[in-house]
């Protein structure tokens, strides 16, 4: 524990009974993250995590959503609602959200629709130089509370752990946790 440094108060993203720091996620990821075989992610570590996204990109169907927000609303077939407390995400290269702040009491939510699977290795890369920004195929709001609900159950992770399955609100608390940062 760090006996000096300056306190700073974070947000803390929950979903259900649920909370998280960094990210919730409804689809593509969250289904990866089910899969995940919990001895082999004690093993190899992040390793684990890779083969099994990519067995579940190559399977995973888009799904049906609806997702309302602050003012806003969508509805269609999706691979992935991201929901961003703070960037870049934990354990990973990708910077999906390179302005979303932990302190700023909004969450950045992001909507991969439906594309043709090809198109992920390019999002990927986008992510990774941190300029999802500028790809029109995703959607991004920040608002304060994202609902959403699916006609079939939809996994839902946070923080690269499964969590649940929609329907889920995902929101906020403020100044939730406390820190003391050098």
Known sequence: MALSGQRRRLDLG?????????????????????????????????????????????????KEVTVDWDGGHFQGLVYLVMVVNCDP????????????????????????????????????????LGQLVKDPTVLQYRTRSVTVTAPTAVPVELDGDYHTETPVTIGLEPGAVEVKVP
């Open 14 to 62: 929950y979903c259900q009974q649920g909370r998280f720091l960094i990210t919730a996620g409804v689809g593509l990821d969250a289904e990866a993250f089910r899969r995940l075989d919990p001895k082999l992610k004690r093993l190899v570590g992040q390793l684990a995590y890779y083969g099994t996204f990519i067995q579940t990109l190559l399977e995973f169907q888009p």
């Open 89 to 128: 995400s934990a354990g990973t290269p990708l910077r999906l959200a390179p302005a979303a702040s932990p302190s700023d009491g909004l969450l950045d939510m992001l909507i991969f629709g439906a594309r043709p699977p090809f198109d992920l290795p390019k999002k990927l890369g986008l992510a990774v």
